[in-house]
C-alpha cells in the first residue's frame, strides 16, 4: 500500500474522531474497511503524534480531550510566512547564485 493511503486514512479518521463518529473499534473497522488491529495501530500512530484521543463508553465513540488540527501534506508558503521562518528578508535567488543552482 502506498504512503498516499496512509495518509487518507489518518485524515479521515482524524474527521470521524472530530465529529465522534467512529461508533465502536469494529464498527469503526468496518467503516475503513480494516481489521482491528489495524484500527487500534492508526489510533496508537495518532496518539505518539501527539493526538489526544479517548473512548467514550458512553457515546461509543473515539473523540478529542480537546480540538486539535491535523494536517499533512505540503503547503506554499506566503512571504510574510517566509519572513517569520527566516526571520527577516528573504533573498533566495542570492543564496542560490553563490550555490551554483541555475536560476530560469
Given amino acids: 500500500m ?3 493511503k496512509y495518509f487518507e486514512r489518518f485524515e479521515r479518521l482524524h ?7 467512529t461508533g465502536s473499534p469494529a464498527e469503526l473497522a468496518a467503516k475503513l474497511d480494516l ?3 489495524a ?5 496508537r ?5 501527539g493526538a489526544p484521543i479517548v ?3 458512553i457515546r461509543r465513540t473515539y473523540c ?4 486539535v488540527q491535523f494536517s499533512i501534506g505540503f503547503k506554499e508558503l506566503s512571504r510574510d510566512e517566509i519572513k ?8 533566495r535567488g542570492e543564496f542560490l547564485k553563490y550555490s551554483g543552482v541555475k536560476l530560469n
Fill in 64 to 67: 478529542y480531550e480537546r480540538e
Fill in 35 to 37: 481489521s482491528e488491529r
Fill in 84 to 91: 517569520e521562518i527566516e526571520g527577516g528578508t528573504n533573498d
Fill in 55 to 57: 473512548f467514550c463508553p
Fill in 15 to 21: 474527521g470521524m474522531i472530530r465529529r465522534k463518529a
Fill in 2 to 4: 502506498n504512503l498516499t
Fill in 45 to 49: 500512530a495518532m496518539r505518539e503524534m
Fill in 39 to 43: 484500527v487500534f495501530e492508526y489510533i
